[in-house]
Nanobody
Framework: QVQLVESGGGKVQPGGSLELSCTAS????????MNWYRQATGKQRELVAR???????MYADSAKGRFTISTNGAKNTVFLQMNSLKPEDTAVYYC???????????WGQGTQVTVSS
């Protein structure tokens, strides 16, 4: 089992910045992906950014150039630095830990991000 605890959401004006963090604990495998998803009201959950245990990263087109995903040295905390926020970034953001053996997904509780003037 893996437990994920998120923090860092809130309300910010357009153009502002927020940093989300997610700390994993429990039986963390050495090979995994850590992901940030988001779900806006009335929309499907979508992948925003990913960082692998090998430190490779990928971003949704909507996040490229504005968001940065990173981890701490122990690789048990993942961050999502969000800059130049737009109203369309408003959503509940979920941390996800994907393990491969066996394949399983763990989810954080979600944190609300609201971008509004």
């Amino acid at each position: 089992q893996v437990q994920l605890v998120e923090s860092g959401g809130g309300k910010v004006q357009p153009g502002g910045s927020l940093e989300l963090s997610c700390t994993a604990s429990g039986s963390i495998q050495s090979i995994n992906h850590m992901n940030w998803y988001r779900q806006a009201t009335g929309k499907q959950r979508e992948l925003v950014a990913r960082i692998t245990s090998g430190s490779s990263t990928m971003y949704a087109d909507s996040a490229k150039g504005r968001f940065t995903i990173s981890t701490n040295g122990a690789k048990n905390t993942v961050f999502l630095q969000m800059n130049s926020l737009k109203p369309e970034d408003t959503a509940v953001y979920y941390c996800n830990h994907h393990q491969f053996l066996p394949p399983r997904d763990y989810w954080g509780q979600g944190t609300q991000v609201t971008v509004s003037s």
